[in-house]
């Protein structure tokens, strides 16, 4: 996964407006306030809350 540094910093969660935070081994933007986590497709973050992926408890990801 190969995502524009300056475009990670604008990025925010669609559905509460958090700060997204990048899982490489998953190719997902997690955002951890919604327990939701958006595809990244070719490069192309999926910024759409009809395709976000719920996280399970275990799931969660903090920031590193």
Known sequence: ???????????VCPQCRSALFVDADAGELICNACALAYPVRDDIP?????????????????PA
């Open 1 to 11: 996964m190969n995502l524009d540094p300056a475009l990670l910093e604008i990025l």
């Open 46 to 62: 999926v910024m759409l809350v009809d395709e976000a992926r719920p996280l399970g408890d275990a799931a969660a990801t903090t």
